[in-house]
């Protein structure tokens, strides 16, 4: 069965410091593979893609992630997090037909 | 430029009865998306559409049904609500690279 794993409810970081948000996923073919973001009783917000290409992408606010084929992840990261990134965050894979989404990741950048 | 808008916000409904989420876009985009957002759980595809006319089950349909008559309008009928349909439901609208474009949510209680 196709799906998205994001092994982490909850990831707590320090303001400045690094971040890092894990994604897996089991999908057919070669999918595309999204992150977004949630703000409280907000949408979803799309933060960056993968398609083809170069294996490290950059997206929006200074995030980025990076594309590893052999280990089927599409970890998050930012080198430098900010108290305003504390949300959920959502790893997705798939095309228009069918996209499958993580349970969410819920980062906390405390001051 | 609103994006997509979804109407009610907010709405409460007793065991048995029913009601339409309306879903509305200006993007011009022919996909369009219904997806349930439960704690935990992610978001789960009810029903997609890939243009006017043209509409197909997601992973979790039952109990709902959509219409699609125009490209802006994408509504969600919810017959016979039961508690299991206590969520917050999405309409996205599909970009040209696949990325979605949400509406705010619209929050439905069954009690």
């Known amino acids: 069965a196709q799906s998205v794993a994001q092994p982490e409810d909850q990831v707590n970081v320090a303001e400045g410091n690094p971040l890092t948000v894990k994604c897996t996923y089991s999908?057919?073919?070669?999918?595309?593979l999204f992150w977004y973001v949630q703000y409280p009783n907000r949408g979803l917000q799309f933060l960056l893609k993968y398609i083809t290409g170069d294996n490290l992408v950059k997206g929006s606010y200074g995030f980025e992630a990076e594309f590893n084929k052999s280990q089927t992840s599409f970890h998050l990261k930012k080198p430098s997090a900010l108290v305003s990134d504390s949300a959920l965050y959502f790893c997705?894979?798939?095309?228009?037909?069918?996209?499958?989404f993580g349970a969410g990741t819920r980062l906390t950048v405390k001051p | 430029n609103a994006g997509v808008t979804q109407t009610p916000k907010f709405r409460i409904l007793k065991i048995g009865q029913s009601m339409t989420l309306q879903c509305a876009q200006d993007?011009?985009?022919?996909?369009m998306y219904w997806y349930r957002q439960d704690p935990g759980m992610g978001l789960k595809l009810i029903y997609y559409s890939v243009g006017a006319g043209i509409t197909d089950k997601g992973e979790v349909p039952n109990g709902y049904n959509v219409s699609r008559s125009t490209t802006e309008d994408f509504p969600l009928r919810l017959e016979l609500a039961a508690p299991s349909q206590t969520s917050v439901y999405f309409c996205a609208v599909g970009g040209f690279a696949g990325e979605l474009f949400f509406g705010e949510g619209s929050r439905l209680t069954v009690l």
């Open positions: 999908v057919s073919g070669n999918p595309y």
């Open positions: 997705a894979a798939g095309n228009n037909n069918d996209m499958r």
């Open positions: 993007m011009n985009h022919n996909y």
